[in-house]
């Protein structure tokens, strides 16, 4: 059974930064890329960024590109996002997502609270 | 960036009832639609791949259609197991987009 475990989130300043991790068990990580995508409290589910497995060609969303950097240790199967120049509306759970060949998402992790505020 | 318009954003609904949820896209995607149940406190949970195929154990009362712009999604016979939040999402283009949801409520 594939597992994707999320870490790394919390509460911090505008401005500040954090790591989110996700370790993936269960398939052969390298092999699939990932995504990020975020909800915040309340709201509706938004794509952030993915990372293809073939040759890790990254991709992201106007609001977070050029603060938000995607990466992937194939190595000890896991998923990063680092966050820089956070913003209060980036508060949000933050679930990391296998991209599936025949499309869309799945499965996901439990996701991890980043909470943005002074 | 493509706009996924969904609608209605809330629906109330009776067990049995035939539920339509709408998604249109802002450009043609031609079939690389998809939808997503959430329920409170959970991941989402893809149902349908390709506008129109069920995912590997999804029941069947769960359907989708459309092609290009215009696309449908129906549960055939409500269940009080299906009372969810439902989402559409393209992934035609990146930016992959999502619907802003309809939540399913028990009259």
């Known amino acids: 059974e594939v597992q994707l475990l999320e870490s790394g989130g919390g509460l911090v300043q505008p401005g500040g930064s954090l790591r989110l991790s996700c370790v993936a068990s269960g398939l052969t990580f390298s092999g699939y890329a990932f995504s990020w995508v975020r909800q915040a409290p309340g709201k509706g589910l938004e794509w952030v960024s993915a990372?293809?497995?073939?040759?890790?060609?990254?991709w992201y969303a106007d609001s977070v590109r050029g603060r938000f950097t995607i990466s992937r240790d194939n190595s000890k199967n896991t998923l990063f996002l680092q966050m820089n120049s956070l913003r209060a509306g980036d508060t949000a759970l933050y679930y990391c997502?296998?991209?599936?060949?025949?499309?869309?998402?799945?499965?996901w992790g439990q996701g991890t609270l980043v909470t943005v505020s002074s | 960036d493509i706009q996924m318009t969904q609608s209605p954003s809330s629906l109330s609904t009776s067990v049995g009832d035939r539920v339509t949820i709408t998604c249109q896209a802002s450009q043609d995607i031609g079939d690389y639609l998809l939808w997503y149940q959430q329920k409170p406190g959970k991941a989402p949970n893809l149902l349908i791949y390709?506008?129109?195929n069920l995912e590997t154990g999804v029941p069947s009362r769960f359907s989708g259609s459309g092609s290009g712009t215009q696309f449908t999604f129906t549960i055939s016979s409500l269940q009080p197991e299906d009372i969810a939040t439902y989402y559409c999402?393209?992934?035609?283009?990146?930016?992959?987009?999502f619907g802003l949801g309809t939540k399913l409520e028990i009259k």
């Open positions: 997502a296998k991209d599936r060949p025949s499309g869309g998402f799945g499965p």
């Open positions: 990372i293809f497995d073939t040759d890790g060609t990254t």
């Open positions: 999402q393209q992934y035609g283009n990146i930016p992959y987009t």
């Open positions: 390709h506008a129109s």
